[in-house]
């Protein structure tokens, strides 16, 4: 295996040089730099990831703290946020945390437990009360999700309220009135489903239309098809009438398709259906899926880098160095509804 010091010698330059420039150093001569990376492209030299770290007391990993990758949305984010590290020169621990209250506790303690730098966290379990834990995380934290913790921490999220509103008005536009609102937790008092419940009220309110409690489907066990599917059966099974369906995320839309499908019911025709994050499975479904599209690729590469940017500025204050420490970031990513085959055609 070749060395620093072979690199050095096949270049004809110092092994400090070589160091330099595999470190980004700006102050190099192009020509320098040049020859220095043709022998390490000639040699084959592989940076040794180890020795880099206890140098700078950096690894050039994040974490990525999620409740589970069997959901698809979790599973896509997390390639996404793959692919921006990539782009920001840095790898990607991934840790999938069961919606467990202590393994998001324990995700907060990485650097204990994880050679990262910084932890990007999608809490599910984690409670207002926790906002203090949060706050003192031994490492630059961003989270995934709705700013309900605490203004101090740095936050990436969907607009899920406005993203809501925007999918049950599309159902209001066609004439839909007994919209049904699919993945109801009754544990979460705050967060993405809360959030995604209001939209649909507010949408509701707007058009003079009450909230009926007979429209509610339920889905405590978790935002995957087969509660879906079981929610708006337990509707239908109950006599309710139902001529839409705002389902809180795609998965739960999927399984709703295939309930009423099963019980002959016609998509669009009888019954309109929305879901919500826009996961590759919707423009494949029987019918293709509308929904809300929340900005995944988005949350992905401005959670990197906000992340990055962290990590710098905390090296910059352990080293000394002057630096700007930016105040908390609250970033939402643009939305938009994607309109397919499970709502009726746009008219004009």
Request: charged share 20%.
């Given at each position: 295996?070749?060395?620093?010091?072979?690199?050095?010698?096949?270049a004809g330059v110092s092994v400090k040089t070589v160091s330099n420039v595999l470190n980004g150093y700006p102050h190099i001569r192009e020509e320098t730099r040049a020859r220095v990376l043709a022998a390490v492209a000639e040699l084959d030299y592989e940076v040794n990831p180890t020795a880099r770290s206890l140098r700078s007391g950096r690894t050039g990993v994040i974490g990525l703290a999620v409740p589970e990758l069997g959901q698809p949305y979790f599973g896509e984010l997390a390639d996404e946020v793959l692919a921006a590290a990539r782009r920001h020169g840095v790898q990607v621990f991934i840790e999938p945390t069961g919606y467990s209250r202590e393994r998001e506790l324990e995700a907060l303690q990485a650097t204990r437990r994880w050679p990262v730098d910084g932890l990007l966290m999608s809490p599910a379990e984690l409670t207002q009360d926790d906002a203090p834990l949060l706050e003192r995380a031994n490492l630059?934290?961003?989270?995934?999700?709705e700013q309900v913790f605490s203004p101090e921490v740095d936050h990436v999220t969907s607009r899920?309220?406005?993203?809501?509103?925007?999918?049950?008005?599309?159902?209001?536009r066609h004439g839909r009135r007994r919209i049904a609102v699919v993945g109801l937790l009754h544990k979460t008092p705050a967060g993405t489903s809360q959030l995604r419940f209001e939209g649909y009220r507010q949408a509701l309110a707007e058009h003079g239309l009450e909230i009926d409690e007979r429209l509610f489907?339920?889905?405590?066990d978790g935002w995957h098809r087969g509660q879906g599917a079981r929610a708006i059966a337990r509707i239908l099974d109950a006599g309710t009438a139902?001529?839409?369906?705002?389902?809180?995320?795609?998965?739960?839309?999927?399984g709703v398709l295939a309930e009423l499908r099963a019980r002959g019911l016609a998509v669009p025709e009888d019954?309109?259906?929305?879901?919500?994050?826009?996961i590759e499975d919707a423009a494949y479904s029987r019918p293709t899926l509308t929904t809300v599209d929340g900005g995944r690729r988005e949350i992905a590469e401005a959670a990197v880098e906000l992340l990055c940017r962290r990590i710098e500025e905390r090296a910059a204050l352990r080293a000394r160095?002057?630096?700007?420490?930016?105040?908390?970031?609250?970033?939402?990513?643009?939305?938009?509804l994607v309109e397919r085959e499970s709502t009726p055609a746009p008219q004009g």
């Open positions: 295996m070749a060395t620093m010091a072979d690199v050095a010698r096949l630059p934290l961003v989270l995934l999700g899920n309220l406005e993203g809501a509103r925007a999918a049950t008005e599309l159902l209001l489907g339920w889905a405590d139902v001529d839409g369906v705002f389902a809180l995320n795609d998965a739960l839309a999927l019954v309109a259906v929305v879901g919500f994050d826009d160095r002057p630096v700007e420490v930016a105040p908390p970031v609250l970033h939402l990513a643009q939305m938009r």
